[in-house]
T-cell receptor, first 113, second 112 residues
Framework: NAGVTQTPKFRVLKTGQSMTLLCAQDMNHEYMYWYRQDPGMGLRLIHYSVGEGTTAKGEVPDGYNVSRLKKQNFLLGLESAAPSQTSVYFC????????????FGPGTRLTVT | QKEVEQDPGPLSVPEGAIVSLNCTYSNSAFQYFMWYRQYSRKGPELLMYTYSSGNKEDGRFTAQVDKSSKYISLFIRDSQPSDSATYLCATGTTDSWGKLQFGAGTQVVVTP
């Protein structure tokens, strides 16, 4: 039981490049979330999904797109990376809307130069 | 202004001391309150959870919520070097689709 895994762990992009971050969970959770964590800002919600085939915007969605084609996977895309998107990205999942506990992945460190 | 405010620290204490952490929040609709612990270069993990006002104790950890003053606290007794981590408070409501509001996190360093 791996929990929540994220791929890749590290990435360096040049401004304007695109990339996709993959999150996978093996707990059969309905809800999945993408956060970014920046110094002094805490965790900020980018997008989330309440089930397979659904996505919704969070607090800071601009510049990102997401897809949830399979229940166990949640993809975060950057179409044209900007230096302001340099951050640590965390994926999380929870069983349903009533669950107070979110299970986090190990994070992806992204640097955009 | 963020809905949840938390002093980023760092907070340095000697081993065996009591660690006191706190957050304030602005939205009176928040119903449940959590503390997550995050070790360096790891993802956060749930440490404590409380619903509404009151205290909750789990071993060396005590979480307090005072909804009248919108204040959340975490106390760590007999602190150990292994408690060195960043502690994030988080709040939510039952109708927010599981979305949580996180504080910025307080870095705690327990020195031997």
């Amino acid at each position: 039981n791996a929990g929540v895994t994220q791929t890749p762990k590290f990435r360096v992009l040049k401004t304007g490049q695109s990339m996709t971050l993959l999150c996978a969970q093996d707990m059969n959770h309905e809800y999945m979330y993408w956060y970014r964590q920046d110094p002094g800002m805490g965790l900020r919600l980018i997008h989330y999904s309440v089930g397979e085939g659904t996505t919704a915007k969070g607090e800071v969605p601009d510049g990102y797109n997401v897809s949830r084609l399979k229940k166990q996977n949640f993809l975060l895309g950057l179409e044209s990376a900007a230096p302001s998107q340099t951050s640590v990205y965390f994926c999380a999942s929870s069983p349903d809307r009533t669950s107070y506990e979110q299970y986090f992945g190990p994070g992806t460190r992204l640097t955009v130069t | 202004q963020k809905e949840v405010e938390q002093d980023p620290g760092p907070l340095s204490v000697p081993e065996g001391a009591i660690v006191s952490l706190n957050c304030t929040y602005s939205n009176s609709a928040f119903q449940y309150f959590m503390w997550y612990r995050q070790y360096s270069r790891k993802g956060p993990e749930l440490l404590m959870y409380t619903y509404s006002s009151g205290n909750k104790e789990d071993g060396r950890f005590t979480a307090q919520v005072d909804k009248s003053s919108k204040y959340i606290s975490l106390f760590i007794r007999d602190s150990q070097p292994s408690d060195s981590a960043t502690y994030l408070c988080a709040t939510g409501t039952t109708d927010s689709w599981g979305k949580l509001q996180f504080g910025a996190g307080t870095q705690v360093v327990v020195t031997p």
